[in-house]
């Protein structure tokens, strides 16, 4: 009898369908981010599919499978939607080849409920409203990041360009059409309203840390540490993605200023368009005070994070409100303060400034960064600990991932 409620229970089960370039295990902070939720949508009895590329986002060569279950979640990933990011014109088609599968599987999705989108890839949100349109369902966005308002920041292309028209054409018929939008900091909601005022279906929330906070690992119990030989370094770690939006190019100039220092290490953990810049330096100078590794494993981000003593978070001079500094969250989840290189006002300065968790330094300023890292590593260990703890005590008290992952999943239920 229970068997036979259970499936009658599963027959009348509506679908979200969740539209995304990148997915797990693509590192991708937002493939891991939407994993998060929609890991949590099964745990709260829906059936959730995904459709996904085949390759990898920053990496094409990297082939993942073409169909699987990632806890109850059934993800079918599409060919030909990933030729890397070493081209804007083959990220365009990409994208909208996968735009274009996606439409079709949308249209044939059994029992569909409701469909999640966000801006990977940056059309996409335009494919969910027709599918959303046609099938009756309701569409939630995801405002990840903004265009074409990032490359207009970056200089890519002019405000008044056919493409920057089109772009905000088509970001119109989104927030029009959205059902519900979530956008990440109030910075954000601000650039989303000048286009279309949402401010009735619109809820502001930052993502969350990918893992759920835990004690901060000592140095002295850390493995990472010890395989990479930081015992006794005060290490400056950034950990993510190195892109245009969130430059490097201040710390990476004071650290080339600082070889003669050998007890500060600088780590550059990650990939993405701007890690060249890391790997040019080692090249030409060989300095041995900085260190590149690639993404780690998720399995051990908390340790590769928990080996820093201060994260480094970048925040360009035109990107406030554009892209969301993600990374910053998992700093403080493992008790760490943060040096932010950016500027103010911005979300990172306003976690720095309300709840005293780290430092502030302007892009350019790289006589400021030497000072200030120089400070940095000559504070006592135990108000470093108390600004780490601090920092901890934001996400264990309001940025978890069970509180933030939990409400954004209660927009995600409504109205279907």
């Not at 054409?169 to 286009?195: E, G, H, P, Q, W």
């Not at 005293?356 to 330094?361: A, D, E």
Request: aromatic letters at 6%; a positive charge.
């Amino acid at each position: 009898m229970a068997e036979n409620d259970q499936q009658k229970s599963q027959g009348k089960q509506k679908t979200l369908l969740v539209l995304s370039q990148v997915y797990v295990p693509d590192p991708a902070s937002v493939g891991q981010h939407m994993a998060d939720a929609c890991a949590e949508m099964v745990r709260r009895g829906h059936r959730v599919k995904v459709l996904a590329a085949a390759r990898g986002y920053d990496d094409p060569s990297k082939e993942y499978a073409k169909r699987e279950v990632r806890d109850g979640v059934e993800i079918r990933r599409l060919p030909l939607s990933s030729f890397g990011k070493s081209s804007i014109a083959m990220r365009l088609i990409a994208g909208w080849i996968f735009i274009a599968q996606c439409m079709a599987h949308g249209l044939l999705t059994r029992k569909l409920g409701a469909i999640l989108v966000s801006t990977s890839p940056p059309m996409c949100p335009v494919g969910a409203i027709i599918i959303g349109k046609i099938r009756r369902a309701p569409v939630k966005f995801w405002a990840m990041d903004l265009n074409p308002d990032q490359m207009i920041a970056l200089g890519k292309i002019s405000e008044k360009s056919v493409s920057a028209r089109i772009f905000e054409f088509f970001n119109r018929i989104t927030l029009r059409n959205s059902n519900d939008i979530v956008a990440l900091d109030r910075f954000m909601a601000d650039r989303l309203n000048a286009k279309v005022e949402v401010s009735r279906k619109m809820a502001v929330m930052p993502p969350w840390p990918h893992a759920e906070a835990e004690s901060p690992i000592p140095h002295e119990e850390n493995p990472f540490r010890k395989a990479h030989d930081l015992d006794g370094k005060f290490v400056v770690m950034y950990s993510g993605n190195h892109g245009p939006s969130n430059p490097i190019t201040t710390v990476l100039q004071a650290a080339l200023r600082m070889q003669d220092e050998k007890s500060i290490v600088f780590m550059f953990v990650g990939g993405g368009m701007g890690k060249k810049e890391v790997e040019d330096a080692l090249s030409e100078h060989n300095p041995p005070n900085i260190r590149s590794l690639p993404y780690q494993p998720f399995s051990e981000l908390r340790y590769s994070l928990s080996a820093a003593d201060v994260h480094l978070v970048t925040v360009g001079d035109a990107i406030v409100g554009i892209n969301h500094p993600c990374k910053v969250y998992g700093a403080m989840a493992v008790g760490r303060p943060i040096l932010l290189v950016g500027p103010r006002p911005s979300h990172v300065s306003d976690l720095i400034d309300e709840d005293h968790i780290g430092w502030h330094v302007e892009h350019g300023d790289i006589e400021g960064a030497i000072k200030t890292i120089r400070e940095i590593a000559a504070t006592e260990r135990e108000e470093i600990a108390k600004m780490g703890g601090r920092a901890k005590g934001i996400i264990d008290a309001r940025l978890s991932k069970t509180e933030l992952c939990g409400r954004f999943c209660d927009v995600l239920e409504r109205g279907w």
